[in-house]
């Protein structure tokens, strides 16, 4: 008697489940769907890279002589011309030995002066004429040299730029190629960024011959950057790693907003003719592949792979997987199955991409 209660119940129970998937599929059947097409049209796609900005000069500055910093001329972040006087370490010594080296070079030409007259009246031997012009030379070019190292001992600006942060101060004690600061030209401005490879070849493809490729750069506050940019260089080598090759864009920097170290995102515009335009909330997305419902002729859905071209801001343009005058599901994918046949309104891709922020020329 238990038994036939249990199995009373239980098919009581599947009757009831059954009605009501049936009650839900004939829901679904009746409810209504919108659907649209693909969009053709040619139109811009912005594409951006990751950037670094770089000084088209930054340099370390460093001593060439060891000493005591006997005067610091800069500060951190002061412009300074090229020449101008930045370090100077303390010239003492130096100065002594180039006294010394003064004193020698003149006994030595004395001594030289004096032979040659003797010479002259062939008194002494050639040899030893020769000798005393070698001593002489030998005492010049020691002369030379002390006053090499005593200019060695004020480092002034090699080009024009702006002094980054000061690594010593007044009376520190440096070595022979001792860091004392950095020194950035930030007139222009080199920024670099990497390009897979399958977007290089486009991009080649697209470029007419001996034509710059002009770029743009959005800043870290989201803001483009007043300037163009000119791809000036392009690696020789592809990375094997990330199958990325590095690009090189110049920028002007007229007003100096740009400095060393700044990141940001490089953006290339890419004409797309006759690009095939879906909304991406008509996507979903199974293990990293998007898929869209195509609506048959007989108003069944079929689950379809596609391609991703681009994507545009609430757009995606595709590359592959869709006809243009094919119907798509644009809503309520969650409610439909594969091979579900449905009841559709059909919306002109114009009015549907009205109401998406498009940016398409």
């Known amino acids: 008697m238990v038994k036939k209660s249990l199995m009373y119940i239980n098919l009581c129970l599947i009757f009831l489940f059954v009605g009501c998937q049936s009650e839900k599929k004939e829901k679904t059947e009746s409810a209504s769907f919108n659907v649209t097409s693909p969009l053709v049209k040619d139109t811009l796609v912005n594409k951006d890279y990751v ?29 300074v011309q090229k020449g101008q006087l930045m370090f100077k370490i303390m010239p003492n010594l130096y100065e002594s030995d180039v006294n010394r080296a003064k004193a020698e070079a003149k006994f030595s030409e004395i001594e030289y002066q004096n032979t040659k007259n003797l010479s002259d009246k062939d008194i002494v031997a050639p040899q030893e004429m020769a000798m005393a012009k070698a001593k002489y030379e030998k005492a010049k070019a020691e002369l030379s040299s002390m006053n090499t190292h005593l200019g060695f001992t004020e480092i002034r600006a090699p080009f024009s730029g702006i002094v980054g942060k000061l690594h010593v101060r007044k009376g520190s004690l440096v070595d022979d190629g001792e860091l004392v600061t950095e020194l950035s030209d930030n007139s222009k401005m080199w920024v670099y960024f990497n390009v897979p490879e399958a977007e290089y070849l486009n991009q080649m493809d697209a470029k007419k011959d001996n034509a710059p490729m002009h770029v743009r750069l959005r800043m870290a506050n989201d803001k483009e950057f007043a300037q163009d940019g000119i791809v000036q260089t392009i690696e020789s080598d592809f990375n094997n790693e990330t199958g990325n090759i590095a690009y090189r864009a110049t920028f002007a920097n007229p007003k100096g907003l740009l400095r060393y170290g700044e990141t940001g995102n490089i953006v290339i515009t890419s004409p797309y003719a006759n690009a095939m335009m879906i909304p991406q909330k008509a996507t979903f997305e199974e293990l990293e592949k998007k898929y869209v419902y195509v609506i048959g002729k007989d108003n069944k859905v079929h689950a379809r792979e596609i391609k991703i071209a681009a994507e545009l801001p609430h757009i995606y ?45």
Do not use: C, T
């Open 51 to 79: 950037a670094q900005i770089r000084s088209i000069n930054h340099i370390e500055l460093r001593a060439q002589e060891k000493g005591y910093i006997q005067s610091i001329y800069v500060d951190e972040g002061q412009f």
């Open 317 to 361: 343009v595709v590359a592959s997987g869709l006809g243009k005058d094919e119907r798509i599901l644009l809503d309520g994918l969650r409610m439909v199955q594969e091979n579900q046949k449905i009841n559709s309104k059909y919306q002109k891709p114009e009015k549907v991409m009205s109401n998406l922020d498009l940016y398409a020329e």
